[in-house]
């Protein structure tokens, strides 16, 4: 089984509908990331956080919200979703110190 | 600004030979860099990370190297083959109280038969 899981893996939905990215890991990381990826840029960060009761912005929060039900759990809500945020969302945890992180496969979001 | 640069954008080789693509970065004060490889419908994965004083690190036919007086790291890759094709991505974490963490763009490597 993969050790960072996110469902779903694609989601086409309208524009104003209320949508919840999932993200469900087994590496016993306290640490847990959602980023962003867009065509010709690099990965952008929106939410993170440390440990359960930790929640900090990225670098473009606007727009989204997060929720981290548990150590293994970590979840992204838009609640309003807008056609400029259709992209590839990725979910990724990590340990501290250099802090490589591991990635889930990713979801694919389109907002018509 | 804190920025992480890469190029070539895209590059394409032939199977079997080698090919080296930069990163320049300006992320201060700086932490560590890692390269990590991201095959097409995938999440990333790391190749390798370097702190401070490293100059070069190794995974099988990945070479990283870093120049931390420049600003310049390289990922090299040797007999390169059909399953190199992917894009990776140069990523750089500055040392700061808070969370830190640039993303380049990334190079898009085709290797072709």
């Known amino acids: 089984d993969a050790d960072v899981t996110q469902t779903p893996r694609n989601r086409i939905t309208k524009t104003g509908k209320r949508i919840m990215l999932e993200c469900s890991q087994t590496?016993?990381?306290?640490?847990m990331y959602w980023y962003r990826q867009d065509p010709g840029l690099g990965l952008r960060l929106i939410y993170y956080?440390?440990?359960?009761?930790?929640?900090n912005k990225g670098e473009i929060s606007d727009g989204y919200s997060v929720s981290r039900q548990a150590q293994a759990k970590f979840s992204l809500s838009l609640e309003s979703a807008i056609p400029n945020q259709t992209a590839l969302y990725f979910c990724?945890?990590?340990?501290?110190?250099?802090?490589?992180?591991?990635f889930g496969p990713g979801t694919r979001l389109t907002v018509l | 600004k804190n920025q992480v640069e890469q190029s070539p954008q895209s590059l394409i080789i032939l199977e079997g030979k080698n090919c080296t693509l930069q990163?320049?970065?300006?992320?201060?004060?700086?932490?560590?860099l890692r390269w990590y490889k991201q095959d097409t419908g995938r999440g990333p994965v790391s190749l390798t990370i370097?702190?401070?004083?490293?100059n070069t690190k190794s995974n099988g036919r990945y070479t990283a190297t870093l120049d931390a007086d420049t600003k310049q790291s390289s990922l090299h890759i040797t007999a390169s083959q059909l399953s190199d094709s992917a894009s990776y991505i140069c990523?750089?974490?500055?040392?700061?109280?808070?969370?830190?963490?640039?993303f380049g763009a990334g190079t898009r490597l085709f290797v072709k038969a």
């Open positions: 990724a945890t990590g340990r501290g110190g250099t802090d490589t992180q591991y």
């Open positions: 590496k016993g990381h306290d640490r």
């Open positions: 956080s440390f440990d359960v009761k930790d929640i």
């Open positions: 990163c320049n970065y300006t992320v201060s004060p700086f932490s560590n």
């Open positions: 370097m702190t401070f004083s490293e």
């Open positions: 990523v750089v974490s500055a040392n700061t109280g808070g969370f830190k963490t640039i």
